[in-house]
């Protein structure tokens, strides 16, 4: 048979819960829970096309919603799906027949709501609070059971008659054991002959024997004492005693009364469970009410008409009392008429739905306003139970948490609906939450507990010590707390915290005492509490915080304003305000000037008055009339335009809305005098029109310059030809021999006629590339031959001029995308300017190799190709002209060296066709180094090796891997011949320098394998040479050996201490200085 708590379980279920759809935002639920009052919403979605119904996929609670605001995540387009607690756990109603399954599921998966199904169908929600008030509903009842049980009363045995068969029958059925003692002690008879006698063996027969021999002292003397006073008295003598049969202790109810003379009736009863469960009632009464005395509510028991049947007041709870106490007050007695109304009214309600009614009440008591919740559920169909609750510190936090919300919506408009969440957060957080209960020992044994997840409706057993679950700081604590309350018989109240992972958890100990050995100990997670005051007080900060800032904002808006003010008046613009009824707000004096309008008029602040003002200036104010009323008629509209006035100006009008939280309140007008502006656009558009003529008049010049140099060309051509040809005839003698005097003659007329005939060259191929008509024709150009093709045709004029022209091109390059022609011309034209601008014997050095640019935004890879001489250098004022055409840098110069300065400025012009670029660096009287790069692919591949036979490859080395070039800085001509004629004579390539400063400037141009270094010279010596070439990163690593007279003591120190690697006093031995060089070169 199930107990009524287990038959009540399904009133505790919540019907029809509220229901939402995943795609609803938590800003939506909650308002569907404040008005439904639900604490839980259940989400559900559509099953699938083919099947019917619904599927229940998560679960919203406010302790969800309150944990979500401490994250202060926005809960206006906040989906509830994506903060749902699933997959959720549910219960079929069908299996809801005990309490303890639904503990079970409640403590198993740490939950606080159930769903309740029937079959698919959702039919209610129950929570885990709704069972906690069943538990404290049947608090009252075992008190009302126990009061029954101790009034029930024993019946009196039947008078027995021995001859009577249907006595018999009856005594047979009486599970009593009967039986007679004489007044001398001993056993006369057994009225009941198959009762077993417990403390005798089976086969032993008392009958006839006195008590004292077999019985128990204690169990005789107790049944002589009874024997003796029936037959003094004649009434019925009734006691109980225990017996040990085996490991167990019985109890029995002895009833002795007088059947005779000297003789009485003995009638034993075995009590045991009776006994037993009146131990057990009497133990669960007073844990009961120890638990009902920690409990800080009110609860009375009251019936249909408000008599008061049992009240227990709470711990702290202050109650309004009569000033007349009666047993069993009536409420009308209690509370004033209109709350005691109200009672009733909720009592019948109660007892006539069997819903569980919940109201808020106010009562003065004592001064003093107190807050209750009251709670009123149905005990019987006459009967309620009636809880009440002191909420007032609540009402504080939620006063406190109302005037901090208007607080801040009167300040800070944005923060309203944070603060309203974070008010319903807080109001969450104050709820009951359920409790601990511990029955222990006052050494910390663990006797028995109730946990809300288990079983909540009775005590479970436990063998445990508070040291096993609290550190000992904690421990020490409650241990002191359980023995001060066993010890004063008062209520102890403190809370404690302590942490689990990264969370700390805060709780409420209560401990009264229940005897002199045992206590009561109630623990309630009050976490959710103490967040609730921290969040208080940070908001509190927060206000102050805000309103600071709001101050401040007010502050800047004063100045803003101010500056707005002062900028609009120092405006070129005239501006004017309109609201959104079309008055006037502000304008500017330059308004009033531009439209010559009075003050008088716009300060009446009627825009229709100052657009009559006006219309009579205007070119075309029907226009401008209809403008207006568009605007004002579209609000959102923004507009610029143009307005022409009669008097001839012109005005810039721009119009936009003024809106404020996307509501419209006006229009600014702005409006610029651009008369000025309209007469520079008058004069541009005629400027334009004469550019016009003349652009065509200048591209007809341009097509008639291309004709011209055509022409020039081509009747140019024709007579040199004729005069080059016979030229060439003559000097082979095809007419006749010739004397040395006609010889001279005919190569000077070759001469120039070559010379005019590259010049008209230059000039066709500038004007081409001018006029963008120059076609680069691309083909894989192999790098190698190109330069030495190059070098082949310049030999022979530098050979004229004895100068020595050597060169360095890097083994196995990449063949380049190029038009081989064109980069040969540049070739050739640097080349021929070296030769030309070089004095005869000096030398030229050409270097073709791979140039990684390591910028810092990008690494690209360049082909350089540098030629240098130590011919006569450019000065840097010089260097701007250099590449512009028909530009040479000293008239004196355009006399000495024919030319018609175009031939750099074609070098820049092809090689950047080319996607290169183009560089010169330069000193006077030393030399000039000139280069250009030229643009590798990122995936370009170093040609292999050919193979070849030995004598190709000793060629091909002797070209592609130049000998070691020297510089020999040296002032005196006699060792200057001597020494280069013997490096020469043993392969090695030599650069002459004959001062210092000539020195340094060779080597940055040249960068030798090694410097021969004369320290005395003129200019610049040749330590101080040797000491700024050791300044320069390029050069330091560059070997120097010093050649010197000096051979004194500490000269060679000197030496050293400058720079030099080696030390050679003169007179030099040429076989010790190129076993020095070679030992250098090779190491």
């Known amino acids: 048979m199930s107990s009524p708590l287990n038959q009540d379980i399904l009133s505790a279920v919540i019907r029809n819960p509220l229901i939402v759809a995943p795609e609803m935002s938590v800003m939506d ?124 009363k024993v019946v009196s045995a039947p008078p027995l008659d021995n001859h009577d068969s249907q006595s018999r029958a009856l005594l047979a059925a009486i599970p009593d054991m009967m039986f007679c003692v004489g007044a001398d002690g001993v056993y006369r008879r057994f009225m009941t002959p198959n009762r077993e006698i417990d403390v005798v063996p089976q086969d032993f027969d008392p009958v006839g024997k006195w008590m004292h021999d077999f019985l128990p002292t204690d169990l005789a003397q107790r049944q002589q004492s009874a024997l003796e006073k029936a037959l003094e008295t004649g009434k019925l003598q009734v006691y109980e005693q225990e017996i040990q049969i085996g490991k167990e202790l019985h109890y029995e109810e002895v009833r002795v009364i007088k059947s005779g003379e000297d003789e009485v009736l003995f009638m034993v009863r075995d009590i045991t469970e009776s006994k037993r469960s009146e131990i057990a009632l009497k133990q669960s009464e007073e844990t009961n009410r120890a638990f009902l005395t920690a409990i800080p509510d009110l609860l009375v028991r009251m019936d249909f008409a408000g008599n008061y049947r049992a009240m227990l007041a709470g711990n702290g709870l202050k109650v309004k009392l009569p000033q007349i106490l009666v047993a069993q007050p009536n409420i009308y007695d209690m509370l004033p008429k209109t709350l005691a109304e109200e009672r009733i009214r909720y009592a019948h309600q109660a007892i006539a739905t069997g819903e569980l009614q ?111 679950v609290l550190p000992p700081d904690l421990l020490q604590k409650q241990l002191d707390a359980i023995a001060l309350a066993i010890s004063t018989k008062e209520l102890q109240v ?114 229709r008055e100052l657009v009559n003002s006006i219309l009579n200036q205007l070119i075309h104010p029907s226009e401008f009339l209809e403008k207006v009323e568009y605007l004002y008629n579209h609000p959102k509209e923004i507009s610029h335009d143009e307005i022409g006035l009669i008097d001839g100006r012109f005005f810039e009008r721009y119009s936009a809305p003024i809106y404020w939280s996307n509501d419209s309140y006006g229009r600014v007008w702005f409006f610029r005098d651009i008369s000025e502006r309209k007469q520079f656009e008058a004069q541009l558009l005629t400027i334009n029109k004469q550019l016009a003529v003349s652009n065509k008049e200048l591209t007809r010049a341009n097509q008639l310059k291309d004709e011209f140099l055509s022409t020039m060309s081509h009747e140019l051509r024709t007579p040199l030809n004729a005069i080059l040809g016979m030229t060439e005839g003559l000097k082979e003698e095809v007419f006749g021999a010739l004397n040395p005097k006609q010889i001279k003659a005919l190569t000077a007329i070759d001469n120039s006629g070559n010379h005019l005939l590259n010049l008209i060259v230059d000039m066709l191929d500038f004007a081409n590339i001018v006029a963008g008509k120059l076609t680069l024709n691309l083909a894989s150009t192999n790098i190698q031959q190109l330069c030495n093709n190059c070098q082949q045709l310049v030999q022979a004029s530098a050979n004229l001029r004895q100068i020595q022209l050597t060169s360095n091109i890097q083994s196995h390059l990449p063949n380049l995308e190029i038009d081989s022609h064109r980069i040969q011309q540049v070739l050739i034209n640097l080349l021929s300017n070296a030769i030309k601008f070089t004095p005869e014997g000096g030398s030229i050095f050409m270097e073709v190799s791979i140039y ?230 090779t190491s």
């Not at 604490?39 to 969800?64: H, M, P, S």
């Not at 408009?413 to 939450?433: D, H, P, Y």
Request: glycine share 6%; with cysteine.
């Open 358 to 468: 919940i109201y808020e009440q106010i009562i003065d008591i004592d001064g003093e306003t107190q807050h209750e919740e009251v709670r009123i559920a149905a005990l019987n169909n006459q009967e309620v139970l009636v809880m009440i609750r002191n909420i007032t510190d609540r009402k504080i936090v939620e006063l406190a948490l109302k005037e901090l919300n208007s607080s801040l919506e009167t300040k800070i408009a944005e923060r309203t609906l944070k603060l309203q969440i974070s008010e319903s957060q807080n109001r969450a957080i104050i709820e009951a939450i359920p409790d601990l209960l511990l029955r222990v020992k006052q050494d910390g044994t663990c006797i028995e507990y109730i946990s809300p997840l288990i079983e909540p409706e009775r005590f479970e057993q436990i063998s445990l010590h508070l040291s096993e």
């Open 494 to 607: 403190y809370e404690h915290q302590f942490g689990i992972g990264d969370r700390k958890i805060y709780e409420e100990v209560r401990i009264i005492d229940i005897n002199a050995e045992e206590a009561l100990v109630i623990v309630r997670d009050i976490s959710d509490r103490k967040h609730a005051e921290s969040q208080l007080k940070k908001a509190t900060e927060q206000l102050k915080i805000s309103h600071d800032q709001l101050a401040k904002s007010v502050i800047n808006l004063q100045r803003s304003n101010a500056l707005l003010v002062a900028e609009q008046e120092a405006s070129f613009d005239g501006v004017l305000v309109i609201d959104e009824h079309r008055k006037v707000v502000t304008y500017n004096q330059k308004l009033l000037n531009l439209w010559k309008t009075s003050p008088g008029l716009i300060a009446k602040g009627d825009d």
């Open 29 to 152: 639920a909650i308002a569907a829970m404040g008005k439904t009052g639900s604490r839980a919403v259940l989400v559900v979605q559509q099953k699938g096309i083919e099947a019917e119904g619904i599927d229940l996929i998560g679960l919203l609670t406010q302790r969800d919603i309150i944990r979500l605001s401490s994250k202060g995540k926005p809960f206006e387009q906040l989906p509830i799906q994506q903060v749902m607690s699933h997959p959720v756990i549910s219960i079929q109603e069908s299996e809801l027949t005990d309490i303890k399954t639904a503990l079970s599921l409640f403590k198993e998966h740490s939950i606080r709501h159930l769903p309740v199904f029937e079959g698919d169908r959702i039919v209610g929600l129950l929570a885990q609070e709704a069972l906690t008030e069943m538990l404290a509903q049947n608090v009252l009842q075992l008190e009302s059971q126990l009061t029954r049980l101790s009034d029930q």
């Open 852 to 1081: 990684k640019d390591l910028s810092p935004d990008i690494t690209s890879s360049w082909l350089r190709f540098t030629i240098t001489d130590n011919g006569i250098g450019i000065a840097p004022d010089n260097m701007s002209a250099l590449f512009q055409p028909f530009t040479q840098l000293d008239g004196a110069l355009n006399r000495q060296y024919e030319g018609t300065g175009l031939g750099l400025a074609i070098v820049k012009k092809l090689v950047e066709l080319h996607g290169g670029r183009v560089s010169v660096i330069s000193t006077v009287e030393v030399g000039s180094c000139f280069m250009f790069d030229l643009p590798l692919s990122d995936d370009f591949e170093l040609l292999s090796a050919p193979e070849s036979s030995p004598q190709q490859q000793s060629s091909q080395n002797q070209e592609v891997n130049p000998s070691p070039l020297l510089l020999l800085a040296e002032d005196n001509e006699g060792n200057i011949a001597t020494i280069s004629a013997y490096l020469e004579a043993k392969g090695y390539r030599v650069i002459i320098a004959r001062d210092g400063q000539e020195a340094i400037a060779l080597a940055r141009i040249n960068h030798p394998n090694l410097i021969l270094m004369d320290i005395q010279m003129p200019v610049m010596d040749g330590l101080e040479a040797t000491k700024q070439i050791r300044l320069d990163p390029i050069l330091a690593s560059i070997p120097i050996i010093a050649l010197t007279a000096l051979a004194m003591a500490g000269d060679r120190q000197k030496c050293i201490d400058a720079g030099v690697n080696e030390y050679i006093s003169k007179p030099i031995k040429l076989s010790t200085l190129s076993q020095k060089i070679q030992a250098f070169l």
